[in-house]
């Protein structure tokens, strides 16, 4: 299962996760791995679009919370793929951005049987080539985690005290906070 962050324009008009070019992008990081979208469940934190495509505020983070949470409980995922910082920090439950705790599996607060494996969102290497690279090997480690889960056990803890650099695609980053989980 991926989650991402919210609908834009493209997904807004059709009802469906990443279809625009943030879409192809996963696609091309989906099929390097050998799956398809069908292989795959996609999510979004916001389940509606955020006007002009603005940061996802706290209070619809909390009211669209309840739907991701049944779509994880639907699905029982082994692994959720946390796109980006928002949910990262949701699922995760931490303040820790993505720039330093993408590429590695987290615990799932809520269960032992979900790993979350953080990566960059995919609109951050539209915009900026260099997290293509990121964004690729983070997927080939996910890929080994799937074919040899127990291979990788998750950090118990993620850092709360690094500042973060600035590299998501989004029109500046909510301020770091705990977030509960569901
Ligand atoms: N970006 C997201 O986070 N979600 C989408 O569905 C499309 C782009």
């Known amino acids: 299962m991926l989650v991402g962050e919210a609908p834009g324009y493209h997904e ?3 009802g469906l996760p990443f279809v625009g070019r943030a879409g192809d992008l996963l696609e091309k990081l989906l099929e390097r791995i050998g799956y398809t979208r069908d292989d795959v469940f996609i999510a979004n934190v916001l389940k509606c679009r955020p006007p002009e495509n603005r940061d996802p505020q706290p209070e619809e983070i909390e009211l669209c919370r309840p739907f991701l949470r049944q779509q994880i409980e639907i699905i029982q995922p082994a692994i959720v793929c946390t796109m980006g910082n928002f949910a990262t ?3 995760t439950g931490k303040s820790d951005g993505i720039s330093s705790v993408h590429g590695r599996p987290l615990p799932f607060p809520d ?3 979900i790993r979350i494996f953080p990566v960059f969102h995919p609109a951050a290497a539209l915009y900026t080539w260099s997290n293509l690279a990121l964004l690729e090997k983070d997927f080939d480690v996910m890929a080994g985690l799937i074919s040899a889960p127990d291979k990788h056990q998750p950090e118990v803890e993620a850092s709360a005290t690094k500042p973060e650099p600035q ?4 029109n500046g980053e909510a301020e770091p ?3 509960g989980l569901f």
């Open 177 to 179: 906070e705990q977030l």
């Open 167 to 170: 590299v998501e695609a989004t």
């Open 12 to 14: 807004d008009r059709q």
């Open 111 to 113: 269960s032992d049987d």
């Open 89 to 91: 920090r949701l699922l």
